[in-house]
């Protein structure tokens, strides 16, 4: 009877195990299908190479792709392999939080282009430029890289050889283990959301005014820096990972699986989703070139002006 039971649990495990990753990794082929697509479009249109704005958005596309591509290979190592070489796991993790890092960035930087381009109208051709654009990416990964190098230099510094040739499971908290990088990285995430929540507040509210003017663009332009602040809350969640982890274990330890299951999917894949909807799906302008592409449908006529 024992053994009966036993093979029931790992046959339940691995029928749960198989629709999991099964799930996992058929909702980051449809996004990232989504997101390749939207690149696609970009680079076969000019119109688009030459606007700030879908430079700028282009970046966070391709940032999201990278992100889902590593969460969904550590999802499925973690069930396949359960450790990996720590060595590679550094490497994951360091592409992780770059992309993390630069997420909420570039979010803030898009909500400035739409400020300028509502509440300052004349200077938007000289303000906006597609150097800036490339600069303001520039700075978002030496920011980026600024909050991971130093927890590179502490590991190299507090750990032996021997951690690096070891397995672990491949979690930030068990690589970049020292009480330096876990005070660091708070202190460094703090900063960083209070900068990038000012940025959006600013903009919004400066937006909001102008949009009681009754200018259309306006208030397309409040609504889409509405939209980048709920982005940046899906993004925070990630922050706030662990600690629903480790409520769950406390109080749920039945429904442990499917409750963490359940987080990586709100805090990795959802807001991986909303980009493609924000911009590729509604903006007119950039749906009407990614229609083109995807369904043989000619773009539509009309003006570069769109703010979701």
């Known amino acids: 009877m024992n053994v009966s039971g036993s093979n029931h649990e790992q046959e339940s495990w691995y029928r749960d195990a198989f629709i999991k990753n099964l799930t996992v990794v058929l909702l980051g082929i449809v996004i990232n299908y989504l997101n390749g697509s939207m690149v696609h479009t970009f680079h076969r249109e000019e119109v688009l190479r030459a606007n700030p704005r879908y430079v700028l958005f282009i ?3 391709v940032n999201d792709m990278i992100q889902l591509f590593i969460a969904v290979s550590l999802f499925i190592c973690t069930y396949v392999f359960l450790t990996i070489n ?5 490497l994951l993790m360091t592409a992780a939080v770059f992309t993390t890092q630069n997420t909420p960035l570039n979010l803030a930087t898009m909500a400035v282009e739409c400020y300028v381009a509502v509440c300052l109208p004349l200077r938007y051709a000289t303000v906006c430029t597609l150097r800036r654009a490339h600069l303001a990416i520039g700075l978002m990964w030496a920011t980026s890289a600024l909050t991971v190098l130093p927890d590179l230099i502490i590991l190299l ?3 032996p050889l021997s951690f690096f040739l070891s397995r672990v499971y491949c979690d930030r908290d068990r690589v970049f283990r020292s009480i330096y990088s876990v005070a660091k990285r708070d202190a460094t995430n703090i900063v960083l959301l209070v900068i990038v929540w000012l940025t959006l507040l600013y ?3 400066n937006i909001l005014f102008a949009a009681k003017s009754a ?3 306006a208030k397309k332009a409040r609504n889409t820096v509405l939209l980048h602040g709920f982005q940046v ?3 925070m969640m990630v922050y706030v990972q662990p600690i629903m982890l480790k409520g769950f274990m406390q109080h749920f330890p039945e429904h442990f699986n499917m409750l963490r299951f359940l987080s990586f999917i709100l805090t990795q894949i959802l807001p991986r989703v909303v980009n493609p909807i924000l911009y ?3 903006d007119k302008t950039f749906r009407g070139y990614l229609k083109k592409y995807i369904l043989g449908k000619s773009r539509p006529c009309g003006r570069m002006k769109s703010f979701s």
């Open 59 to 61: 970046h966070l596309v």
């Open 86 to 90: 720590v060595s590679v796991c550094c």
């Open 157 to 159: 510094a507090t750990e």
């Open 203 to 205: 903009t919004y509210f």
């Open 215 to 217: 200018s259309k663009d």
């Open 233 to 235: 809350l899906l993004c």
């Open 280 to 282: 590729g799906l509604r």
